[in-house]
């Protein structure tokens, strides 16, 4: 893995790229090469080059187009799109920064707005357009694992994932006053996702993470917190026959994959979330639909067991 300085902004950015990420790329016989990149911090565990990358070289453009990542904190991101030339398609982009690219884009599109996060931004008419393709790759990973309709859900987190997942089980059916409840380790804490579901009208709960089981008896559990966070939870979840999504990818199944898939419950992975937002996002950079979202999730998977085989 090569760190090196690279600001298209002038503000210090950094790029971290593994030599895989340029295989394939290159400039046209005019020299011109379509930028993207993914930025966040911390960035270089992002399975984003790869599976952006696996797109291009599908689509057949992977000599007109690269895609990097940078290492980049809130205070660098204003700077980094000033810097963005013609020659930028897009961004895709991580924590810290999804809350803040809604004021620093031109456009703002739904679902990010009402979410309050954007984890896009393409470039197009010298105009930043803000988008939110998490609630995209969430109902996508959803449907695609035979979750269809979802009346009741609870979220555990009230994080900026935890109002992707509010959006996603709205547009999945569950819109009904109640019909959500949002489990928090501290209730202090979730002023941001109550914001966002007065923006989408949700009349949502919130109540003690620790009151887990008092609220199981709903069709889906999303786990938006951090690896490890739900272990404590895993049995009841999967002794209350919900479907189960959890957003952690890395280090897969969690404890509470296990055991929801032990007691013969569904449970979905952040990979295909990953995936299918990731699809959302070469679309509106390229122009090009559909994504080639086998060759992706091939690509992606490959990776994750490469890294599996590192960590062990």
Not at 58 to 81: D, M, N, Q, T
Not at 149 to 161: D, E, K, M, Y
Not at 246 to 256: I, Q, R
Request: one cysteine or more.
């Amino acid at each position: 893995m090569t760190v090196f300085p690279a600001d298209p902004g002038g503000n210090g950015s950094r790029a971290v790229r593994d030599d895989a990420d340029d295989a394939g790329t290159g400039a046209d016989p005019q020299g011109k090469v379509r930028r993207a990149a993914v930025l966040g911090s911390p960035i270089a565990h992002s399975l984003s080059p790869v599976l952006h990358s696996a797109a291009y070289a599908e689509l057949g453009i992977a000599r007109e187009w690269s895609y990097e990542r940078f290492e980049c904190e809130e205070a660098g991101l204003a700077a980094f799109l000033d810097g963005c030339d013609e020659s930028w398609a897009g961004l895709s982009l991580t924590m810290p920064l999804k809350r803040l690219a809604l004021s620093l884009a031109d456009e703002v599109e739904e679902p990010a707005a009402a979410v309050g996060g954007a984890n896009t931004m393409v470039f197009r008419g010298g105009r930043r357009h803000a988008y939110n393709t998490d609630v995209a790759g969430i109902v996508a990973a959803l449907r695609e694992a035979g979750v269809h309709a979802v009346r009741s859900a609870v979220i555990l987190g009230a994080g900026a994932t935890a109002a992707s997942a509010l959006a996603a089980v709205r547009e999945l059916g569950a819109t009904e006053p109640g019909a959500v409840t949002a489990l928090a380790r501290y209730l202090g804490r979730t002023a941001e996702l109550a914001e966002a579901a007065e923006r989408m009208s949700a009349a949502i709960g919130f109540a003690p993470l620790s009151e887990i089981d008092t609220h199981l008896d709903v069709d889906l559990v999303v786990s938006t917190v951090p690896a490890g966070a739900a272990d404590a939870y895993a049995p009841a979840v999967a002794a209350s026959r919900a479907a189960v999504f959890d957003v952690v990818y890395a280090h897969w199944p969690t404890a509470l994959a296990r055991a929801v898939t032990a007691a013969g419950g569904t449970v979905v992975g952040g990979f295909p979330m990953l995936l299918h937002q990731a699809g959302a996002q070469v679309e509106l950079m390229t122009g090009r639909a559909p994504a080639p979202v086998a060759a992706m999730r091939a690509a992606g998977e490959a990776e994750l067991a490469r890294r599996e085989k590192e960590w062990e």
